[in-house]
């Protein structure tokens, strides 16, 4: 599966939009790309997963340029319950074991 | 609706010692995996078993073992425990356990000390 890279932590302020690059230069014709988010003493919990172009939820929108090498998670609007490590993940189709890097530490300010 | 659930929440081990960690699914969901979190970092896959069926291994050693049950609950044992084994455990279960990707739903996780 492609390696992902993502900042290691990002800092924000209540009510501004968090925009989370993650690159996958290596992604398959195959793979997916999903999104977790964890608290802190609890298990990862899906966000939003696509395939190419935008990708929109009640929670987030998920960016995917053509070339699928990389793409953006964004948070609209972040409160301080968005405080959280958020996890780029590529997955393989017909797969569902997740491969988790380090995440991005998102703190959100008052 | 109940989530993932997981026993104990927390445990303190010493090392050589064996643990047996215990997972419950949602309703229906017939997969079961386990991933173990260390401090700092994202959570590594162990085991994934469905229908009873081991159908994916980490690379992890063979202290590890698993097993899922008729009801779809699941068992992670560790033997021999060493001061690395400690970390979050986690379960989650999925509907299928491979055709297509499936949404994990992940379990509060057991907090595992080993002194």
């Known amino acids: 599966l492609a390696k992902t890279t993502q900042p290691i932590s990002m800092d924000s302020y209540e009510g501004q939009e968090v925009n989370i690059t993650c690159s996958h230069n290596?992604?398959?014709?195959?793979?997916?790309i999903t999104w977790y988010q964890q608290f802190p003493s609890q298990g990862p919990r899906f966000i939003i997963q696509?395939?190419?172009t935008k990708v929109t939820n009640e929670v987030a929108s998920l960016f995917i340029p053509a070339d699928r090498k990389s793409s953006t998670l964004s948070l609209p609007r972040v409160s301080l319950s968005d405080t959280a490590v958020y996890y780029c993940?590529?997955?393989?189709?017909?797969?569902?074991?997740?491969?988790f890097g380090k995440g991005t530490m998102l703190l959100v300010s008052p | 609706d109940a989530g993932v659930t997981q026993s104990p929440t927390h445990l303190i081990k010493t090392r050589g010692q064996h643990v047996t960690l215990r997972c419950s699914p949602i309703?229906?969901?017939?997969?079961v995996s386990w991933y173990q979190q260390v401090l700092g970092q994202g959570p590594q896959f162990i085991f994934q078993?469905?229908?009873?069926?081991?159908?994916g291994r980490g690379n992890f050693p063979d202290r590890f073992s698993a097993r899922q049950f008729p009801n779809y609950s699941s068992e992670l044992n560790v033997n021999a425990l060493l001061l690395g084994d400690s970390a979050l455990y986690l379960c989650?279960?999925?509907?299928?356990?491979?055709?297509?990707?499936?949404?994990?739903?992940f379990g509060p996780g057991t907090r595992l000390t080993v002194l």
């Open positions: 078993y469905y229908e009873k069926e081991e159908r």
């Open positions: 989650a279960s999925s509907v299928q356990g491979g055709e297509g990707y499936n949404e994990q739903f």
């Open positions: 309703s229906g969901h017939k997969s």
């Open positions: 993940l590529v997955v393989r189709q017909g797969y569902s074991t997740l491969t």
């Open positions: 290596n992604i398959a014709t195959n793979d997916y």
């Open positions: 696509g395939y190419k």
